[in-house]
Every structure is written in structure tokens, then in C-alpha cells.
């Protein structure tokens, strides 16, 4: 399980960090959604939510919806939805068709009630003040709406973890390196049901649990890449780390037939 430092926190919901670099466009955010292509069971997140929407008409609000993936596929799935795409960074907001807002899920330009289902997908982890966005996305729904949120186990991925700290041992020449950043530490699917608790009596949890195995380093690698943006919070060079972690990858599948990666991930649907 990866624990993050208080610095790390601080890294992970930079608003400036975050529209400048992480997601100033919309490559390190593909790179982490590619990796899941290798997994077993393969679950149809965008497919899931156009179902939990089955009820809704009128208009959806992403909050924090990136590359556009679950926009796009909701407006082909529901064409009589009124889909907005909202989020921190303009630029990758450049590959989201209008219409679309560039803000922070803190302050949302929206009216009280103006949303009939909000959706926050991976996404709560970067907000600076999870307890009050939680009730800022309560505040723009209207009542009898719902609010579909979606993050990942704390225990997500440890494999990956524990390869990180050894590649960063192996770079540093320790016998262990310190942990790479988790993204979903501030908002993991453990605590997150207490967190939205506060603002929905009403919480469903949907778990999707799945193995993710590969046979070439590459999709590891780039996932690992990807979170670039937080090197500096990494306490240990980051591309000689990624680069290591490839030879180890290798050795993995050239000793195995391949490389396992255990994955819990869910999905909440919330009503009030």
C-alpha cells in the first residue's frame, strides 16, 4: 500500500501542477487509462455509467472529465442528454467537444441544482479540499439526481508499487527506495464512501477487481512515465527509475512468461 507524504498530498491536488503539466494535455492521462487494455476481467467503465444514467434526463456534469472518454461515449450513447465537460486545464480541454468549462470542481460556475446527475471519475484526488467539493457537487444537483464518482483501492496496484521502490533502491543503491506517488491516496475507494457520506445518505459501491498481465515492459513502463508531473516528489531520479524498473519488468517476464498486476477499482453511485 502506498502512503503519501504530506508534501506528496500537496503535489497531487496543485492546481497549477495540474493544468500546466499533468494535464496539460491529454498524453499521461491516456498513457494510465492504456495499461487497463491487458486486464481480466475487462470492464466497460464508460458502458457503466451510461447505465447508472439509465433514469437521467436533462443535463450531466463532468467534473474533471479530461480527455473527454466517458463525454464522448455519453454523448454518442445518450444523444438526448445535455453533456458538459468541465475541467482545471484548458488545454486538455482542447480534445473535449462543446460544450465545456474550465474550472475548479471547488467553485463550480453553476447554478444551485442545475445538474440531473454529476459525475467525478478519478478525479476527487486532485481537489485541494475533498469534504468541500464533495458538498459543491451536492450543491449543483438537483434533487433526485445522482452523483457518480469512481477511484481506486489503496491497495491498487502494489505490485507496481513494490517495483517502483525496488527499481529506486536499485538506482540509489539501497535495498529499498522510497514509494512512487498515489493518486488515489487522497481519495482511495476505502475511505471514499465516509467522504461522500457527508453530503449523500445513498451510496452504492460497484468493485472492480482484475489482474492486469503483460508480456512486454511497455505498458508498464509508460503508466509509470506517465506520472512525470510528480517527479520532484519522487525523492529519487526519475527517468533512470522508470528506465530500471524496464530491465526489471523484462527479467519478470523473461523468468515468469510475464508480468501480474492485481487491480481494485470501483465506481459509487450516490443519491441524496
Known amino acids: 500500500m502506498t502512503t503519501n507524504t504530506e508534501q506528496q498530498n500537496a503535489a497531487v491536488a496543485d492546481r497549477k501542477l495540474l493544468a500546466q503539466s499533468a494535464y496539460s494535455d491529454g498524453r499521461h492521462l491516456a498513457a494510465r487509462q492504456s495499461i487497463y487494455r491487458w486486464q481480466q476481467p475487462r470492464y466497460d467503465l464508460p458502458g457503466m455509467v ?52 474550465v474550472a475548479d470542481a471547488q467553485t463550480l460556475p453553476l447554478a444551485e441544482g442545475a445538474a440531473d446527475a454529476v459525475l467525478a471519475l478519478h478525479m476527487l484526488y486532485h481537489v485541494g479540499d475533498v469534504p468541500a467539493t464533495v458538498q459543491e457537487l451536492a450543491r449543483v444537483l438537483r434533487p433526485g439526481g445522482v452523483v457518480i464518482a469512481s477511484t481506486n483501492s489503496a ?20 535495498p529499498e527506495g522510497p514509494t512512487r506517488v498515489s493518486l488515489s491516496s487522497r481519495f482511495s475507494l476505502e475511505a471514499a464512501p465516509d467522504l461522500l457520506g457527508t453530503a449523500f445518505s445513498d451510496i452504492r459501491v460497484r468493485k472492480l477487481p482484475g489482474i492486469i498481465e503483460v508480456t ?47 487491480c481494485l477499482g470501483g465506481i459509487l453511485i450516490c443519491r441524496r
Open 155 to 174: 491497495t491498487d496496484k502494489r505490485e507496481m508499487d513494490q517495483l517502483w521502490k525496488r527499481a529506486a533502491g536499485d538506482v540509489l543503491g539501497i
Open 216 to 262: 512486454d515492459p511497455a505498458p508498464v513502463v509508460a503508466h509509470l512515465a506517465s506520472y512525470e508531473a510528480w517527479a520532484e516528489q519522487c525523492g529519487v531520479p526519475f527517468g533512470e527509475t522508470v528506465a530500471r524498473a524496464r530491465e526489471l519488468v523484462a527479467d519478470a517476464i523473461s523468468s515468469a512468461g510475464s508480468f501480474r498486476v492485481t
Open 50 to 101: 451510461t447505465e447508472e444514467l439509465a433514469g437521467t434526463h436533462g443535463t450531466v456534469v463532468d467534473i474533471g472529465c479530461g480527455n473527454g472518454k466517458f463525454v464522448s461515449r455519453l454523448r454518442k450513447d445518450r444523444p438526448d442528454l445535455r453533456v458538459v465537460g468541465v475541467d482545471v486545464s484548458e488545454g486538455i480541454l482542447a480534445e473535449v467537444e462543446n460544450p465545456v468549462l
